[in-house]
């Protein structure tokens, strides 16, 4: 069965930094595009950053820079590197891996920036 399970959410103040996991069971996880997004209360859900099957990332244009998404075919995970962060990226962090017309969503992990 497919799943995606992300981790490393939590409680950071401003300017901190902070490491999102998404391990992916149950696909051939190599070949997927994966993508991280976000949804804060509130707002519709938004594209963070992707990396294809072949390692090419793009980012959302505010995040370039603070953000770094890569990944680990041995290990079947995506990671997100989140620096300097600010309270507006406060959100629940989704991970997702897309093939063609398949796709899958992780059940997401709180991301709160707060002093």
């Known amino acids: 069965q497919e799943q995606l399970v992300e981790s490393g959410g939590g409680l950071v103040q401003p300017g901190g930094s902070l490491r999102l996991s998404c391990a992916a069971s149950?696909?051939?996880?190599?070949?997927?595009?994966m993508g991280w997004y976000r949804q804060a209360p509130g707002k519709q859900r938004e594209l963070v950053a992707a990396?294809?099957?072949?390692?090419?990332?793009n980012y959302a244009d505010s995040l370039k820079g603070r953000f770094t998404m890569y990944r680990d075919n041995a290990k079947n995970t995506v990671y997100l590197q989140m620096n300097s962060l600010k309270p507006e990226d406060t959100a629940v962090y989704y991970c997702n891996a897309r093939l063609g017309t398949l796709g899958y969503w992780g059940q997401g992990t709180q991301v709160t920036v707060s002093s």
């Open positions: 990396i294809s099957s072949g390692g090419r990332t």
């Open positions: 149950g696909i051939t996880f190599s070949i997927y595009t």
